[in-house]
């Protein structure tokens, strides 16, 4: 049974560009969150995503955009990237049952900004 | 709105002997307490949760973590530190009738030392 996984592991990119981000949920799971963590902080909630849509943001600019598909998987969108965007971006699925998810993490994307 | 404040940021044990990594919790309703734990260059590990069943919450890797609702603690515990314990650990608080958001406190890094 896989579990949640991400890609890609690393990610190099300048001010200005643009970065995407991709989640597959772990088997069985229908909604994914997107974590951003910066170095030596507890992770931020950006944004989950259920039945293809945004249900939750969290303080997180509309740079920030996201999307999800039929097949459950995920995308983070990055728009305009600044330095203070470097961090480790973790995405989290759950099941949706109405009570409380509990939310299984992948390894992240580790994204520098130069 | 819910928070947690994670009253250690380093703790420090010898192997062998008893950890206790605390966290107080702050929260309008009854919330879902969860702790999870990282190791470097790796993803969250959940480790116990509680979602108001029974108060004293067994995990794995023999940690074990009790609510009290009088002192809004949820202290997480373990008999015996072994050297794979060191890590990045999580305290989490989540309320349904607020949203699915995790909030992390800023966590408390667990040394173990031989």
């Known amino acids: 049974d896989a579990g949640v996984t991400q890609s890609p592991t690393h990610l190099i990119k300048t001010r200005g560009q643009q970065v995407t981000l991709r989640c597959s949920p772990k088997?069985?799971?229908?909604?994914v969150s997107w974590y951003q963590q910066a170095l030596g902080q507890g992770p931020q909630f950006i944004f989950q995503?259920?039945?293809?849509?945004?249900?939750q943001r969290g303080n997180f600019p509309d740079r920030f955009s996201g999307h999800q598909f039929p097949n459950y998987s995920s995308e983070l969108n990055v728009n305009a990237l600044l330095l203070g965007d470097s961090a480790l971006y973790l995405c989290?699925?759950?099941?949706?049952?109405?009570?409380?998810?509990?939310?299984?993490f992948g390894p992240g994307t580790r994204l520098t900004v130069l | 709105a819910q928070s947690v404040t994670q009253l250690d940021s380093h703790v420090s044990v010898s192997e062998g002997t008893p950890v206790l990594l605390r966290c107080n919790y702050s929260?309008?309703?009854?919330?879902?307490l969860f702790w999870y734990v990282q190791h470097p260059n790796k993803g969250l590990q959940l480790l116990l949760k509680?979602?108001?069943?029974?108060?004293l919450v067994k995990g794995i890797n023999g940690f074990e973590a009790e609510f009290k609702k009088s002192e809004t603690s949820f202290h997480l515990t373990k008999p015996s530190a072994h050297m794979s314990d060191a890590a990045e650990y999580f305290c989490?608080?989540?309320?349904?009738?607020?949203?699915?958001?995790?909030?992390f406190g800023k966590g408390t890094s667990l040394l173990v030392t031989p």
């Open positions: 989290a699925s759950s099941l949706r049952t109405g009570g409380t998810d509990t939310q299984y």
């Open positions: 995503y259920y039945e293809e849509e945004e249900r």
């Open positions: 989490v608080v989540s309320n349904p009738n607020s949203g699915y958001a995790l909030n």
């Open positions: 088997s069985g799971h229908d909604t």
């Open positions: 509680y979602t108001s069943a029974a108060t």
């Open positions: 929260s309008s309703y009854s919330p879902s």
